[in-house]
């Protein structure tokens, strides 16, 4: 079945980086683009940043741009995304979710995500 | 960009309907995607592009869309449908929008 396992949370001190993983399976990989979403503690969702399926096209929430990268293997079914000088409001479970199968405005597949905690 | 707009809760006896909208300017020309989320799970697709319900989501699960509302309804709700609820869209830039979601109590 498809499946998304993110790795690479932890607890980090503000200003500090972290990289998140997130290995795929289940379905051609490569044919589709990736997201991470995030939950803040008591909060909603809130999208952070998209990659296309051939690794091209990169897009993210205001909050993230110029200290998140989103990036993609496709040879090895992985999604990342690089955290840098990271801020306690960026303390949340992260979430990598692939692009719908029918269309692309949607996320069908989740994974059961990873936590960061950013202390100051 | 845009705003989603849900009510924060809605409360709901078993076997009964929920319904929950989510609303923005923006709907008219934009597909809305429905989420549950429960604590410690993972997200869950419930319908996608209005009213489309993927394989496996129960026909409980409906959606609806008129002008600049898109709504979700849970006919003969059950205990189980106790979660959060999120609206989603997206616009051509593109960027991606979720409202900020509504606790359903059964």
């Known amino acids: 079945q498809k499946q998304l396992v993110e790795s690479g949370g932890g607890v980090v001190q503000s200003g500090r980086s972290l990289r998140l993983s997130c290995a795929a399976s289940g379905f051609i990989f490569s044919n589709y683009g990736m997201h991470w979403v995030r939950q803040a503690p008591g909060k909603g969702l809130q999208w952070v940043a998209v990659?296309?399926?051939?690794?091209?096209?990169?897009y993210y929430e205001d909050s993230v741009k110029g200290r998140f990268t989103i990036s993609r293997d496709n040879s090895k079914n992985s999604v990342f995304l690089e955290m840098n000088n990271l801020k306690t409001e960026d303390t949340a479970t992260y979430y990598c979710?692939?692009?719908?199968?029918?269309?692309?405005?949607?996320?069908?597949?989740w994974g059961q995500g990873t936590t960061v905690s950013v202390s100051s | 960009s845009f705003e989603l707009t849900q009510p924060p809760s809605v409360s709901v006896s078993p076997g009964q309907t929920a319904r929950i909208t989510c609303s923005g300017e923006t709907l008219p020309n934009q597909y809305v995607y429905w989420y549950q989320k429960k604590p410690g799970q993972a997200p869950v697709l419930l319908i996608r592009k209005d009213s489309e319900r993927p394989s496996g989501i129960p026909e409980r699960f409906s959606g609806s869309t008129s002008g600049t509302t898109v709504t979700l309804t849970i006919s003969g709700v059950q205990a189980e449908d106790e979660a959060d609820y999120y609206c989603q869209s997206a616009d051509p830039s593109p960027t991606y929008v979720f409202a900020s979601g509504t606790k359903v109590t059964v």
């Open positions: 990659v296309s399926h051939d690794d091209s096209k990169k």
């Open positions: 979710a692939k692009e719908g199968a029918l269309d692309i405005g949607g996320m069908d597949v």
